[in-house]
């Protein structure tokens, strides 16, 4: 709080004062008071003037300048009132008791609104595991009576598949702490599920899979690392080249982490669009091209990956690759754990 601006705002108050000041001299002027007397009755009433014009002035910059500083300070402006002291002048403590009816009424409303996604989110949830039940069943049917067709449809089923769970999996994504265990998990065997559950692709668009050392364990979530991988795969799938197309599975280790990455020799990524690639809803040139492309797949791997504390990262090159990496980071809670 500035002098300056509390000035102006007390020129109706410091006007009144003068005009009150120079009727009292005048009266004194009047009444031929004693000199004496007329010095110590205008000291006086200077001295209370200055005082009301300033005392409330310190008061009250103390308190507003730890609103002001407070609330630059702070990253969630509506935690404003919790750190803020009862003042006891009377329009700070209209300001006070104002913030607090005001953040009250905020945090009902949050609740309220937290319900109602939480409602929202189990509907999904549940949707989700309806509606798979007829796609498994569709599937099973196209697989139990073979027709020229059949291998299209059997195609447009397993995408279908994977966009109800990317449904499912997003509803999960802004808290999958509370959907996680974290274990030693096989590289080798999640590989597999993966490749199981798209071998009618590979099959399909003629893809040859090559796995590498695959022989290793990582601490993490084995479902939520299912779909991670399941999901990079289908971007290979999606954007391969339209003959000998080859994905290629392998896992690293060094002395600092284990890392898994899916390498294609697809349409790759234009240089431009690389740096964006994890941006929400992005789909850059190859999604214009394809027209499929949601720009939701990889945003969700990354949000995914940095909830879990794994690190997800890529490389390419237009027209010639494709890389994806993820990174299992060996910490002293690992080491815990498997003692």
């Known amino acids: 709080m500035k002098f300056r601006d509390y000035i102006k705002d007390q020129m109706i108050a410091i006007f009144v004062y003068i005009l009150f000041l120079g009727i009292l001299i005048f009266l004194l002027l009047g009444f031929q008071v004693n000199q004496s007397l007329f010095i110590a ?9 200055v005082y009301l014009l ?3 002035y310190y008061r009250k910059k103390k308190y507003y300048d730890l609103v002001t500083n407070q609330l630059k300070e702070l990253d969630k402006k509506y935690l404003l009132h919790s ?5 006891h002048f009377l329009d700070g ?6 913030l607090y009816e005001t953040d009250k009424d905020m945090r009902e409303h949050i609740i309220t609104y937290e319900q109602k996604l939480e ?3 189990e509907y999904i949830e549940l949707w989700v595991h309806e509606v798979k039940i007829p796609i498994s069943a569709g599937l099973l049917c196209l697989h139990n009576h073979p027709t020229k067709e059949s291998a299209k449809l059997v195609d447009q089923f397993h995408k279908i598949d994977a966009y109800v769970e990317q449904v499912l999996y997003y509803a999960r994504s802004e808290h999958p702490e509370k959907d996680y265990v974290i274990s030693k998990v096989s590289i080798k065997q999640v590989v597999n599920q993966v490749a199981i559950k798209n071998k009618d692709s590979f099959i399909e668009h003629k893809i040859k899979l090559e796995l590498q050392h695959l022989d290793k364990t990582v601490y993490t979530d084995s479902k939520w690392l299912e779909y991670l991988l399941n999901q990079l795969i289908q971007n290979s799938i999606q954007y391969r080249k339209d003959q000998d197309s080859i994905i290629t599975i392998k896992a690293e280790e060094t002395e600092d982490c284990v890392a898994i990455s899916i390498t294609d020799n697809g349409i790759g990524i234009a240089k431009s669009d690389l740096s964006r690639v994890f941006e929400k809803g992005f789909t850059g040139t190859n999604g214009r091209k394809k027209k499929k492309s949601t720009g939701m797949g990889l945003y969700l791997c990354k949000k995914l990956c940095d909830k879990l504390g794994h690190k997800l990262s890529i490389q390419s090159e237009e027209g010639q690759y494709t890389e ?6 060996k910490h002293d ?3 815990v754990i498997e003692k």
Request: aromatic share 20%; charged share 20%; net charge negative.
């Open 333 to 335: 809670f690992y080491d």
């Open 93 to 98: 403590k209209i300001l006070f008791e104002t």
């Open 119 to 121: 409602e929202l989110k």
């Open 83 to 87: 750190l803020l002291y009862e003042p």
């Open 41 to 49: 009755i205008l000291l006086l009433v200077l001295m209370y003037g």
């Open 324 to 329: 994806v990496t993820i990174e299992f980071g």
């Open 54 to 56: 300033l005392y409330p």
